[in-house]
């Protein structure tokens, strides 16, 4: 079975700063995405990036991005630029290629500091 | 498009009560599933369906039904409550199964079981 790790339950940043988030997995499969959510103190859940496993290029969306190694089955995600708005808690996220469902991290709660 | 509802928002339970929390869907997707969350520990697939009258079981299946009889409804009963039962579960969906496909979620339903 697929397990995925959060270690930071916590994390905070002053705005305008740059964080990274870490996650790690496991998994025996060859393919697979990755995914990093964000869920606001409205309790939406939120697609903030996604990585597939073949593609050796790091995902970028604007101020987030990914550090993707594969063969550490590590998958960090940086927020560039901070901002206020991206106090949230961050779950991690995994897929198989062939599979049907996600399986999460236990979350990392962000707080952006003024 | 109003994306994916559930309702209620809030709901106490008995122990031993039931109740059905509802989820639908106007994206004709065919995918939905149903997440539980619990403090420390992400979110847990309970049950998902890949269409009109295909369930399946997830990572934690007990105590909790499923049907699908329309592609836009995706019920998830309680025959008899239990305070384990105590949780934040949402509903997702997705046009089709598999990570290619990005899920949309619910904005989630907050039980409590006393």
């Known amino acids: 079975a697929q397990t995925v790790t959060q270690s930071q339950p916590e994390m905070s940043v002053q705005e305008a700063e740059t964080v990274t988030l870490s996650c790690t997995y496991d998994?025996?499969?060859?393919?697979?995405?990755l995914f990093w959510y964000k869920q606001p103190p409205s309790r939406q859940m939120i697609l903030v990036i996604r990585?597939?496993?073949?593609?050796?290029q790091n995902a970028t969306e604007n101020r987030f991005s990914v550090n993707f190694q594969k063969a550490a089955k590590s998958f960090s995600l940086k927020i560039s630029d901070s901002q206020l708005g991206d106090t949230a808690m961050y779950f991690c996220?995994?897929?198989?290629?062939?599979?049907?469902?996600?399986?999460f991290g236990e979350g990392t709660q962000l707080t952006v500091n003024p | 498009n109003a994306g994916v509802t559930q309702t209620p928002k809030f709901q106490v339970l008995k122990t031993g009560q039931s109740m059905t929390l509802q989820c639908a869907q106007d994206?004709?997707?065919?995918?939905m599933s149903w997440y539980r969350q619990d403090p420390g520990m992400g979110l847990r697939l309970i049950h998902y369906?890949?269409?009109?009258?295909?369930?399946d079981q997830g990572e934690v299946p007990n105590g909790y039904n499923v049907s699908r009889s329309t592609t836009e409804d995706f019920p998830l009963r309680l025959l008899s409550a239990a305070p384990s039962q105590t949780s934040v579960y949402f509903c997702?969906?997705?046009?089709?199964?598999?990570?290619?496909?990005?899920?949309?979620f619910g904005p989630g339903t907050r039980l409590t079981v006393t």
């Open positions: 996220a995994f897929e198989e290629t062939s599979g049907s469902r996600l399986t």
């Open positions: 997702a969906s997705s046009l089709s199964w598999g990570p290619y496909y990005e899920q949309y």
């Open positions: 369906s890949v269409g009109a009258g295909i369930t």
């Open positions: 994206m004709n997707h065919e995918y």
């Open positions: 990585q597939e496993a073949y593609k050796q």
């Open positions: 998994t025996s499969e060859n393919n697979y995405y």
